[in-house]
């Protein structure tokens, strides 16, 4: 297939473009640093530099939209908050304008969302079916998913791809956890209770290529492995796969007064079932946290 993939420069894009590559697919990455892309993504990728490019005689067979702005590297103040709107909603509405106009519409599109969409849930257990939250971040996403779902109205297969965290060697929250853990320094947030639905980022690019091809799969899919852990669990477990004690907590307070309305992320949590996944029939590789943490830590080591 020939494939456009918006954010293929990022973690995960480039590990996706390495297995599509390695499929044999033709690969197309929009990206504003071109002559990057071959170290990033692979040699033999073409650039596209500007969704003005994507003429109406372009054909692609796929797209995959993973474009947007980190939500956690800066405080959302209304500068920052119109960026994160600005580099996912604005980009898929001008992707979809670009698809509808194109003489051979994609078969597919797979598009980016997260789990944040479900806001704070506490300790309910909830899938595909739940109801969206109302906090920014929350609506963050249901906007992001309403920019891509007009694509199904010319033909297009839309999946919505609700991720969760994505525990990945190479960078990520991993990558940032990993030295204060390794010193000791491990700490839960809060009171540990809130839950964190989590996915190797294995399982994260085996299902989306099996959503590419999969005529089955469409609507929103919940990107997470099927055992949740709370955070007071997650913090235990990976000071365990470091051989590490993990003593410390970071109260509540002061995550809200550094990060401010941002908090919200790392205080408040979701317990989310891949329940879409597993009517497909898809087996998860890494389904159990400290496997996928141990496998990763070899993988740094």
Known sequence: MHILITGGTGLIGRRLCSAL???????????????????????????????EQYTPELEFDAVINLAGESIVDARWTAARKQLLRLSRITLTEQLMHKMAQARKKPAVLLSGSAIGVYGNRHDEMIDETASAGGDFGAQLCVDWEAAAIPAARFGTRVCVLRTGLVLDSAGGILKKMRLPFQLGLGAR????????????????????????TDERASGCVNMVAPEAVTNREFTQLLARSLQRPAWLFTPAWVLQLALGELSEL???????????LNKLGYQFSYPSLLPALQHLNRQHA
């Open 21 to 51: 590559l390695a499929q044999g697919h033709q690969l197309t990455v929009l990206t504003r640093r071109p002559h990057q892309l071959a170290a990033l993504c692979g040699a033999g990728v073409q650039a596209m530099q500007d969704l």
């Open 189 to 212: 947030i809060g009171d540990g209770r809130q839950w964190m639905s989590w996915i190797h980022v294995d399982d994260y690019v085996a299902i989306m290529l099996r959503l590419l």
């Open 266 to 276: 790392l205080t408040g949590g979701q317990h989310v079932l891949p329940t879409r």
